[in-house]
């Protein structure tokens, strides 16, 4: 009755939907959005260069576990590694990104048209949702987050050391620009339903529990804008990479505040 209701007839002959809106907006602007951002980030993770200037790292290069890193390594890898030391990290947040609820709702919408928005046809005809490989391993998703916490802690401790100038402590616009990344990135993962069964799951009586029992109202809150935390956190680390990038290139000069 709702779909009837809506202007949808029944059948493949018929048009896929009646609706005279701009619904197709939303999904073609997911599909602009993730796929500049898809082809930013791995050209910046190929580039292999530019993406350090004391006392700025990028995102995408932190932790560096090459040892050919222009900057404070953690040498994990050898020399063998010809590829760039961002390869070896993108994985993580790119697979928390790949399996996250919010994404994939938003991927399978626009780029797979499984619906496309409501009241309209899926591209489809049948529908198996993630029962069939790969996306039985969708599930990976909460050690992804796992993963994510602790390349957020390099990216906390990167902010620290943004504060450390050659002349001593200091604040430039790249400072700036890095904390209000490592913040968006961290509401991001924190507002992640994974991160909010992880401090309230397996309980069955908050009362024996008060702390978690705080942690999960605190995940709650913050799990309303997880979408929003999602979009804001995606193009500020592209941002911030970008702004390292060229200052590290020379094309500007950072911005020193004090």
Request: a positive charge.
């Amino acid at each position: 009755m709702a779909t009837e209701a809506a202007g949808v007839r029944q059948g493949r002959s018929g048009p896929r939907t009646e609706r005279r809106d701009l619904w197709w907006v939303l999904p073609l602007t997911v599909v602009v959005v993730f796929t500049a951002f898809i082809v930013y980030t791995t050209w910046a993770a190929l580039q292999d260069a530019n993406y350090y200037r004391n006392p700025y790292l990028s995102p995408y290069y932190s932790p560096c576990l090459a040892t050919h890193c222009v900057h404070k390594t953690i040498g994990i890898i050898g020399s063998w590694w010809a590829l760039s030391p961002a390869i070896l990290i993108l994985a993580f947040p790119g697979g928390l990104r790949l399996t996250c609820y919010y994404y994939r709702k938003s991927y399978y919408r626009s780029f797979w048209l499984a619906p496309p928005a409501c009241a309209v046809m899926d591209a489809r005809k049948g529908y198996t949702g993630e029962t069939r490989f790969p996306l039985v391993w969708q599930a990976i998703h909460r050690w992804f987050f796992w993963a994510s916490l602790v390349v957020i802690a390099f990216l906390w401790w990167d902010v620290i050391e943004a504060f450390q100038f050659h002349d001593g402590f200091g604040i430039g616009l790249g400072t700036v620009i890095m904390l209000v990344n490592v913040i968006l990135l961290s509401l991001y993962s924190l507002s992640c339903h994974s991160c909010r069964y992880l401090v309230g799951g397996y309980l069955d009586r908050f009362f024996k529990a008060p702390v978690r029992y705080q942690l999960w109202r605190a995940s709650s809150r913050i799990n309303a804008r997880h979408a929003a935390f999602a979009w804001v956190s995606l193009f500020s680390v592209a941002l911030t990479d970008l702004y390292i990038r060229l200052v590290a290139s020379g094309t500007i000069h950072d911005v020193r505040f004090f």
